[in-house]
């Protein structure tokens, strides 16, 4: 008896197999498509274009749902847009409602149910029919995926469910993530205005009170006729004025968005160098850092820190000679030294690391970056700053 598969088991095998590897090469697009967008219009675009191709469809459009509870029409491909244009929610609906309200995979073999509606064809042949595939995340349909395919690919959907449920879910988390980002986005605009009050106040406030007083003193002299110490206090003024719009132009210096051309390694000797030549501070540069690419939220956090602390060493230290050190070990931990020869921190005036504003601001920013940051300083001794934190590939992600 022979052992070799008959004529039609070999098909089906090859049939199989061909649906595997077309699977994998779906998902594998699909996550490429991801993980090289940026942001979350780019995402979609990129999407578009690949399921589409891949899926052998005429056209695509992807429904997800907004704030407000509707669902709006983020992006389409292929399709007359001025047939799901929001002047038009009754054709909007009937290409993603099914599957949005009952949450699986809707297959329609034709349009005529929406055409009808639409009064007039979607393409220009009638051998087009639809499948809308609902985006699922944590139980809760977040969008709908509608795709425009030939009756005959129609046909055999079902073979293909579960790779369309499968891509459904990888875009849902997605979208999830970019709008999480947002949402961090605007904590960390959040942040930032709170930091520059806090700042503003920390270092205006003496002055503009001292510069009140002042005045005060002013008048009391001018209504006592003393010509010379008239003339003292003007020149007291004048000198506290000179101070605040000092302190006030470093601030907005300070403040500014780190948005230069260079890499990360090339703002921070941009920072440096500005530092330098402004305190006329020795300052020295140590440099054994990779090129490691980190996302702009790593960077503008590191970027800051290293603000903060030379501002604070500008400020308030004294010193003659700083150091700073970048090392990026070989066991995935990047470490930054920043370190002064000044006075040290001095508590009863600025109260304890962990109470000084700025230094709490640097905290919470290392605790951004998942890392640590330690203040060690003593009167006399200067202030050393130590930031460690791990590249974020390597950071645990919570289950």
């Known amino acids: 008896m022979s052992t070799q598969p008959s004529t039609e ?57 907004q704030h407000s509870g509707k669902m709006e029409l983020s992006a389409s491909s292929g399709i007359d847009e001025s047939l799901i244009l929001q002047d038009r929610p ?39 029919g639809m499948v809308s595939v609902p985006m699922r995340y ?39 993530r970019y709008h999480n980002d947002e949402i961090y986005r605007q904590h960390l605009i959040k942040d930032e205005r709170t930091r520059i009050a806090h700042e503003l106040h920390d270092s205006l ?3 503009l009170a001292s510069l009140r007083f002042q005045v005060r003193v002013l008048d009391e002299t001018l209504h ?29 210096a300070n403040f500014r968005a780190p948005a230069y051309d260079q890499n990360l390694l090339g703002s921070i000797e941009k920072i440096v160098s500005q530092f330098r030549n402004e305190t006329h501070i020795k300052t020295y540069l140590q440099k054994e850092w990779s090129n490691t690419s ?19 060493i500008r400020k308030h230290s004294e010193a003659k000679t700083v150091r700073i050190m970048l090392k990026d ?26 109470e000084h504003i700025g230094l709490t601001i640097m905290q919470e920013r290392a605790s951004n970056l998942g890392g640590t940051l330690r ?6 001794e200067g202030t050393r700053i130590v930031l460690k934190f791990k590249k974020p590939e390597l950071q645990s992600t919570p289950s």
């Not at 110490?229 to 000179?242: G, K």
């Not at 002064?340 to 005036?349: A, S, V």
């Open 329 to 354: 070990r070989n066991d995935g931990n990047y470490h930054i030294l920043i370190e002064d020869d000044g006075i040290g921190i001095n508590t009863k005036i600025y109260g304890s690391p962990g």
């Open 294 to 312: 980190l996302s702009r939220e790593s960077e503008t956090q590191i970027l800051r820190i290293i603000q903060e602390a030379l501002w604070n």
């Open 138 to 176: 944590r139980g809760k349909v977040t969008g709908v995926i509608t795709l425009f395919m030939d009756s005959a690919l129609i046909e055999e959907i079902n073979s293909t469910k579960p790779l369309l449920t499968s891509i459904a879910h990888h875009l849902s988390v997605a979208i999830e």
């Open 9 to 65: 088991q070999g098909k089906a095998r090859s049939g199989n197999q061909t649906l595997e590897e077309r699977s994998l090469q779906i998902l594998y697009e699909v996550v490429s498509s991801i993980n090289t967008s940026h942001g979350l219009d780019d995402l979609l675009t990129r999407f578009m274009y690949t399921f589409k191709r891949v899926t052998q469809s005429r056209a695509a459009a992807i429904w997800v749902t």
């Open 375 to 380: 203040v060690e300083s003593e009167p006399g």
């Open 224 to 252: 006592q006729g003393d010509e010379s110490t008239t003339w003292q206090q003007l020149e007291r003024i004048e000198n506290s004025l000179d101070e605040a719009n000092t302190e006030l132009r470093g601030l907005i």
């Open 205 to 207: 406030a003496q002055t």
């Open 90 to 128: 009754d054709v909007r609906r009937c290409l993603y409602e099914r599957a949005a309200t009952e949450g699986k995979i809707w297959v329609e073999t034709d349009l005529h149910k929406c055409e009808k509606i639409a009064g007039r064809p979607f393409f220009d042949d009638r051998h087009t």
